[in-house]
């Protein structure tokens, strides 16, 4: 059985047995006095539980925190940042630990202060990738079985010329697929954490039809599924699909969704369960479907009853799929859900008594489910 096939069959490395329970971080901008991130314990009958305290090392400047994620081993928790790249810290049971990284680049590298957009750690957890506005566009970072950060990979060879939005990982951590903002609107590339980025796959017969910020990689029983959200008004696609596979790459594009609204999609979120959910900033603000992967999109799931207050920057699904979180642009910036596979949202639950308040822009970016 291939390194594949076993995480589609166990649901991926989170195996809940070794935890103790689940939590989401969030991110947000800050004024350089304390970290942008923050985590909450969480459940599915209540929601919110206790904020763990913040980290006692921060990066040190003032900087916006995007995508966020755990890495699949639930040892580390990170995120792309604007004006530098990315941060990540050592994750446990009692929260956050060392600081492994701060987003310096060492001198002379081609990346400078470039803005970090999408954020993802590898299948596994022996390196993070950033995509990025400048320089080569994307960085790539081996990380040791000790948790230190090496230097970057040379990503020159890679030949990108157009701001890269977000980055995924092929399960087997051996192909990386890239979001770009222009023509042809997403790449994949071999890749392995010695060397880093190899050769290019073709590009697919039937490109996306605009740029956007999000692309994730879905695993299900029957095989691996790229899925990315898109950018433009009502007559662009705004959540698209492909099939995928290592050895051969990019495979059928599957019919995209194309809901009644002017507004990019943005935040990305998708579950082993056949889910996928997506952010917008106007409308209903959270939309979704479920995935099959003979068939592709099905029919969409209702608005949730009870809507977030603004625009929604992210939504992000727990392992079970019984549970979201999303973050907005007002007050109280996150909301958690109960979700059910078959009729998708459901109850809103109670605020967290611990507020989340970003410190400088009234928004909260990116969210991410894990386990402490």
């Known amino acids: 059985m291939t390194l594949a096939s076993k995480l589609r069959a166990s649901g991926g490395t989170k195996a809940k047995s070794n ?17 942008p991130i923050s985590v909450y314990k969480m459940d599915p009958i209540n929601g919110f539980g206790t904020k763990f305290a913040d980290p006692l090392t921060t990066p040190g400047y003032s900087a916006l925190g995007g995508n966020a994620m755990f890495s699949p081993d639930q040892t580390m928790v990170g995120a792309s940042l604007s004006a530098r ?34 954020f993802k750690f590898s299948p596994n957890n022996d390196a993070f990738l950033i995509a990025r506005n400048l320089g080569s566009r994307v960085s790539s970072f081996p990380i040791s079985a000790a948790h230190v950060v090496g230097a970057p990979h040379d990503t020159s060879s890679t030949n990108l010329t157009s701001t890269c939005r977000a980055v995924c990982f092929d399960p087997s951590g051996q192909a990386v697929i890239i979001r770009l903002n222009e023509s042809p609107w997403i790449r994949a590339f071999e890749w392995n954490p010695v060397t880093g980025f190899g050769a290019a796959y073709p590009d697919p017969l039937i490109p996306p039809e605009a740029s956007g910020s999000n692309v994730q990689m879905m695993s299900l029983p029957e ?69 099959d992967y003979a068939t592709g999109f099905g029919t969409p ?46 109850t809103r639950l109670a605020e967290p008594v611990a507020p989340l308040e970003p410190r400088i822009s009234a928004a909260v970016y990116d969210c991410d489910f894990g386990y402490y």
């Open 223 to 291: 095989g691996d599924v790229v899925v990315y959200t898109g950018f433009g008004d009502a007559t662009f696609e705004k959540v698209g699909a492909y099939k995928w596979s290592l050895a051969g790459g990019w495979g059928t594009k599957y019919t995209s969704l194309y809901p009644d609204t002017n507004q990019s999609a943005r935040g990305l979120a998708v579950s082993k369960h056949g889910i996928v959910l997506y952010a917008t900033a106007v409308g209903d603000y959270m939309y979704g479907a479920p995935f």
């Open 301 to 346: 799931y209702g608005a949730a009853s009870s809507r977030m207050y603004g625009g929604t920057n992210c939504v992000a699904i727990n392992a079970d799929a019984n549970m979201i979180v999303a973050t907005t642009n007002k007050e109280p910036y996150i909301a958690v859900y109960q979700f059910d596979r078959d009729t998708g949202y459901g």
């Open 19 to 35: 935890f103790t329970g689940e939590c989401a971080a969030f991110t947000f901008r800050d004024d350089g006095e304390n970290a």
């Open 85 to 118: 790249g990315a941060f990540v810290y050592d994750w446990g049971p009692t929260g956050f630990g060392a600081l492994l990284h701060d987003g310096t680049q060492p001198s002379g590298s081609q990346y400078g202060t470039s803005h970090g957009y999408g």
